[in-house]
């Protein structure tokens, strides 16, 4: 039983502090338009996307941040007129890509009233503009619709305006080839269901519309449960070309996604409405915990070793998210058993997890004796009369006549006591 999955709060929360002390440390001044954060954490120029996601760490996590308004500086010197931002990929053209993540920071942190911050009303209005007539997404309006970008936009949308009927387009678009045999998505409609676009899409429509409880939503769950390896920490890359003349147009330059699957599926397993399939969460959170994957300082793309904002980033979400769990208690650990969830407490961390059941009762024989001494009595008569008989003392008619008196005095003390009703206390 000790070997069950479990999550270890103490170890939760060294990772979260070891996650946002990498933050601290790669933070970089950008001259004249304040500092952030570059998606590759070596190098030094700030980019928006990246600086938003290095703020949003300490926005979710609780956590105060010195340089929130040399953040917030930086993101309104880059944002267009037009509302949105660009990458530095997008050959200065704004795209979802970056303007869904920044403007889902600024609802999540409530900064848009504050001085010097970018103009959260307009990446609204820049997002809503961005839509397809099919209710998905792509990088720019007439762009095909994406599942990532489509989800980025809704999660963006859901903390500005979760009535916007673009929101309901949007999901109507997410949902509308799933079916239960079909549950999946991938990165468009039409391609293999990856963990990663299936866990995106399931923590979309937990966020957008957290009621939905239909075949198809469960059967992705299903499908997530079935599909992910807990132990698969790998990352990779989504690139697809993009044209601002739209579906239509040769493709101007290639933008590319860093998706990191695993605690992108604990986050949306930790919202299936039927429960947390919470062996399949502790053997996940395994691996995101180990120490050489958790080092964030060391983990970038397998192929180059740079360490990634991103890889830090759904890492961090996802410990975030563990730990907002109702069962969650400092430093305390949860047992994530087949049928049942036991939470250890702090002080008593030190016991094995057999030791803190409660132990079955004790039989007294004393005291079941004189509850049922009649029945007892009956017995050892019976069993002294059948000796009489095996033996050849007495015969069957003695035998039958030792034993009607006792019976008939059993049978009316039981239902006798059966009947006793306890009086109740008298008043004064």
């Known amino acids: 039983m000790n070997n069950s999955p479990s999550i270890d709060l103490t170890v939760l929360a060294r990772r979260l502090a070891e996650s946002l002390d990498v933050l601290r440390e790669a933070y970089t001044p950008a001259p004249a338009e304040g500092g952030g954060w570059y998606h590759e954490l070596t190098r030094p120029e700030p980019g928006s996307t990246a600086t938003a996601l290095g703020l949003s760490a300490f926005v979710e996590a609780e956590r105060p941040y010195e340089h929130l308004d040399e953040g917030l500086a930086l993101l309104a010197a880059r944002q267009h007129a037009d509302g949105g931002w660009a990458t530095k990929t997008s050959l200065g053209l704004p795209v979802v890509e970056a303007t869904a993540w920044i403007a889902r920071f600024l609802a999540r942190a409530r900064c848009d009233l504050r001085p010097g911050a970018p103009d959260l009303h307009a990446a609204h209005r820049w997002l809503l503009a961005g839509q397809n007539p099919d209710g998905g997404w ?35 678009w997410l949902l509308a080839d799933r079916t ?32 939905l409880r239909d075949e198809r939503l469960l059967a992705a769950y299903d499908w997530l449960r079935a599909n992910l390896d807990p132990e698969d920490g790998h990352t990779w890359i989504e690139t697809y070309d993009v044209s601002p003349q739209g579906a239509a147009g040769r493709p101007v330059w290639r933008l590319a996604l860093w998706h990191y699957g695993l605690p992108l599926a604990v986050s949306a397993l930790l919202r299936d409405p039927r429960g947390v399939p919470g062996p399949l969460v502790g053997r996940a959170f395994a691996t995101l915990a180990r120490a ?50 036991v939470v250890q407490h702090a002080h008593a961390r030190g016991r094995p997890l057999a030791a803190l059941l409660p132990a079955p009762p004790r039989r007294d024989p004393l005291a079941a004796l004189r509850r049922h001494w009649a029945a007892a009595a009956f017995g050892l008569i019976a069993l002294a009369s059948l000796t009489g008989v095996a033996t050849g003392t007495w015969a069957w008619r003695d035998f039958w006549l030792s034993v009607i008196l006792p019976m008939a005095l059993t049978t009316v003390h039981e239902a006798a006591k059966r009947r006793r009703v306890p009086r109740p206390p008298t008043a004064g």
């Open 292 to 341: 050489e994957v958790t080092d964030p300082r060391r983990d970038g793309h397998p192929a180059d070793g740079h360490p990634s904002l991103w890889t830090l980033w759904w890492r961090l979400a996802a410990l975030i998210d563990l730990a907002r769990h109702p069962l969650v208690q400092p430093d305390g650990i949860v047992h994530w058993l087949p049928d049942a969830t």
């Open 180 to 211: 239960t045999y079909r549950p999946g998505w991938g990165p468009v409609p039409a391609a293999r269901p990856t963990v990663t676009h299936t866990a995106f899409a399931l923590l979309t429509l937990a966020e957008t519309r957290p009621w």
């Open 138 to 172: 792509g990088s720019l309006p007439g762009c095909p619709s994406r599942t990532w970008l489509t989800c980025l936009a809704l999660r963006a949308l859901a903390q500005l305006n979760p009535a916007e009927p673009a929101v309901d387009r949007g999901v109507e």
